[in-house]
């Protein structure tokens, strides 16, 4: 309610000559959307369709049943979508058909560092073997310093006569193992 003796024509005016409120649009960053189970590469087309930059890594899996073997496609996250846009466009991602929610820490979406996913992106490119792992907390990290996967920390494992490192993304709990040399690395 206006006070009284309050001119309306005047008050119009004077809001017309403020300036628009606008909102900067903030830097796209990588976040992690939660998908419904089995439903990442579904997820992923729906992305590409809307032009949404996405990241969904794959690895190649040989499966036996009874009459056949073959070699398949999985998520190396499983439940997992990685998506670069502006937070302004979370709406735009949260209403697609199998988008559970992103992932959050107290309430906010919880931003991936751009050089992990830049990083993995260029592992898979050059056909590095990678393949899901349990998420480990303890152990000893190792940064990589030669190779594809040059300026990354992970912790050194060894499988049979390999050397393998487990690269966490923290903000989804979850790893995968590559496998490197151990010349290749250096303790972190």
Same mark, same amino acid.
């Given at each position: 309610?206006?006070?009284?003796?309050? $001119?309306l024509?005047a008050?119009? $005016?004077?809001?017309?000559?403020?300036?628009?409120?606008?909102?900067?649009?903030?830097?796209?960053?990588?976040?992690?959307?939660?998908?419904?189970?089995?439903?990442?590469?579904?997820?992923?087309?729906?992305?590409?369709?809307?032009?949404?930059?996405?990241?969904? +890594?794959?690895?190649?899996?040989?499966r036996q049943?009874?009459?056949?073997?073959?070699?398949?496609?999985?998520p190396?996250?499983?439940?997992?979508?990685?998506?670069?846009f502006?937070?302004?466009?979370?709406?735009?991602?949260?209403?697609? +058909?199998?988008v559970?929610?992103?992932?959050s820490? $107290?309430?906010? +979406?919880?931003?991936?560092p751009?050089h992990?996913?830049?990083?993995?992106?260029?592992?898979?490119?050059l056909?590095?073997?990678?393949?899901?792992?349990?998420?480990?907390?303890?152990?000893?990290?190792?940064?990589?310093?030669?190779?594809?996967?040059?300026?990354?920390?992970?912790?050194?494992?060894?499988?049979?006569?390999?050397?393998?490192?487990?690269?966490?993304?923290e903000a989804?709990?979850?790893?995968?193992?590559?496998?490197?040399d151990?010349?290749?690395?250096?303790?972190?």
């Open positions: 309610m206006l006070p009284l003796g309050c $001119n024509s008050a119009a $005016n004077a809001l017309a000559e403020l300036p628009p409120i606008t909102r900067k649009p903030e830097q796209p960053r990588w976040y992690a959307a939660y998908t419904s189970p089995r439903h990442e590469k579904y997820v992923a087309r729906q992305l590409d369709e809307r032009c949404i930059d996405s990241f969904l +890594p794959l690895y190649r899996s040989l049943w009874k009459d056949r073997r073959k070699q398949i496609e999985l190396l996250f499983p439940g997992y979508v990685f998506v670069h502006d937070l302004q466009q979370r709406l735009r991602i949260l209403g697609l +058909p199998g559970v929610r992103l992932v820490f $107290n309430g906010q +979406p919880a931003t991936l751009e992990d996913i830049e990083t993995l992106r260029k592992g898979l490119d056909q590095i073997y990678a393949e899901p792992h349990p998420y480990l907390r303890v152990g000893r990290r190792v940064r990589v310093v030669h190779g594809p996967m040059a300026g990354t920390e992970g912790i050194l494992v060894r499988k049979k006569d390999k050397f393998r490192l487990v690269i966490s993304l989804i709990m979850r790893s995968i193992a590559v496998e490197v151990a010349d290749d690395v250096q303790p972190a």
